[in-house]
């Protein structure tokens, strides 16, 4: 079998409407590997090309692929206030080290409706004092909504930062019953 035979790493995607806008998700052999917010022609490009160069090949629109149209009909589902928890294979090759620690900890440990402080959040894994790094984790994140980095906050109440926006965070948690609903 030739070098290009079939571990060559494939990456497919697809745009999916969301309460909170179109979400691009993308999905490798291994498992769901991206999720990007805001997702209009010019921000899909950049992750799109963004992915290319991380991965090292070209990603392919392919929205029937069983992995990812599971992945979408999951998101949908959870948009949709019937689906708490995702259950879908991840793909954990764009983030490492403590960022990756820092993420698994929180798909594993933050249930739907919860938060956590990001200094809990840092003693969980083994470093207290570690908020601001927890922080920086949670700006890394590859896997929004789906490894739920929007379930994290300012242990004095304040909502925290949020990649995609402070009105997603709010809809989001929103969503999930922990702030009530945006009045618009």
């Known amino acids: 079998m030739d070098s290009?035979?079939?571990?060559?790493?494939?990456?497919?995607?697809?745009?999916?409407?969301?309460?909170?806008?179109?979400?691009?998700?993308a999905a490798t052999r291994e498992g769901l590997v991206?999720?990007?917010?805001h997702a209009t022609d010019p921000v899909r490009?950049?992750?799109?090309d963004r992915l290319a160069s991380r991965l090292g090949t070209e990603?392919?629109?392919?929205?029937?692929?069983p992995l990812l149209a599971e992945a979408i009909r999951q998101v949908e589902e959870y948009f949709a206030g019937v689906r708490h928890?995702?259950?879908?294979?991840?793909?954990?090759?764009?983030?490492s080290g403590f960022n990756r620690e820092v993420l698994r900890e929180l798909a594993a440990g933050v249930p739907?409706?919860?938060?956590?402080?990001?200094?809990?959040?840092?003693?969980?894994?083994?470093?207290?004092?570690?908020?601001?790094?927890?922080g920086a984790a949670m700006g890394a994140n590859p896997l929004p909504v789906v490894v739920p980095c929007h379930r994290v906050v300012e242990s004095d109440g304040g909502i925290g930062g949020f990649g995609g926006g402070l009105e997603t965070k709010r809809k989001l948690l929103a969503l999930e019953g922990v702030l009530p609903e945006p009045l618009f």
């Open 112 to 134: 739907y409706g919860t938060v956590v402080g990001y200094g809990d959040l840092a003693g969980r894994v083994g470093q207290p004092g570690g908020a601001q790094a927890v």
């Open 59 to 65: 990603p392919v629109e392919e929205p029937g692929c």
């Open 34 to 37: 991206n999720v990007v917010f």
């Open 45 to 48: 490009e950049r992750a799109l």
């Open 4 to 25: 290009h035979g079939q571990y060559e790493q494939r990456v497919v995607w697809a745009v999916v409407d969301s309460g909170i806008g179109p979400l691009l998700l």
């Open 85 to 95: 928890d995702f259950d879908v294979p991840l793909d954990w090759s764009l983030i």
